[in-house]
């Protein structure tokens, strides 16, 4: 059986998740990183992304959509995020309505000419929404 360390998931509103991980993958402000027991230390800022978790003895993967945050890894993995949510717990119906607005959106107004505050806001929405809507599919995620 592979190395194994601890992993905490928190929200705003809740502990997310808890237990025995061997394989951590997410996706920080360079990319998508894996993280093992073992690993250096490390805190690294996340981006709007799917989460995927190798749990101790488990062939499968669990994917969560999580938005934004940081993961600092230790002895231990914590990552703290605004949200985080399991396919089960995503709106498909809420999130496609969501992504319908921010194009519509797009497609009416340009960068240049646009607050970038409020051009902000819509990128996100629809960066969580394409998300929240691949997780509750499966993930995007290739696993080999």
Same mark, same amino acid.
Not at 92 to 99: A, Y
Not at 116 to 137: D, P
């Given at each position: 059986?592979?190395?194994t360390?601890?992993?905490?998931?928190?929200?705003?509103? @809740?502990?997310f998740?808890q237990?025995?991980?061997?394989?951590?993958?997410?996706?920080?402000?360079?990319?998508?990183?894996?993280? *093992?027991?073992?690993? *250096?230390?490390?805190?690294k800022?996340?981006?709007?992304?799917?989460?995927? !978790?190798?749990?101790?003895?488990?062939?499968?993967?669990?994917?969560?959509? !999580?938005?934004?945050?940081?993961?600092?890894?230790?002895d231990?993995i914590?990552?703290?995020?605004?949200a985080?949510?399991?396919?089960?717990?995503?709106d /498909?119906?809420?999130? *496609?309505?969501?992504?319908d607005i921010?194009?519509?959106f797009?497609?009416?107004?340009?960068?240049?000419?646009?607050?970038?505050?409020?051009?902000?806001?819509?990128?996100?929405?629809?960066? +969580?929404?394409?998300?929240? /809507?691949?997780?509750? +599919?499966?993930g @995007?995620?290739?696993?080999?």
């Open positions: 059986m592979a190395k360390l601890r992993l905490e998931i928190v929200t705003p509103e @809740r502990l998740y237990g025995e991980v061997e394989l951590v993958i997410v996706r920080t402000l360079a990319g998508d990183e894996g993280f *093992m027991a073992n690993h *250096m230390w490390a805190c800022l996340l981006d709007i992304g799917e989460l995927w !978790i190798k749990e101790a003895g488990s062939k499968d993967y669990r994917v969560a959509a !999580i938005s934004g945050g940081f993961i600092d890894v230790k231990e914590i990552i703290f995020t605004d985080a949510e399991w396919p089960e717990e995503v /498909m119906e809420l999130n *496609m309505s969501r992504k921010a194009e519509k797009f497609s009416t107004h340009t960068e240049k000419d646009t607050d970038t505050e409020e051009w902000n806001r819509f990128k996100v929405s629809l960066t +969580q929404s394409i998300t929240r /809507m691949n997780v509750a +599919q499966g @995007r995620l290739k696993r080999r």
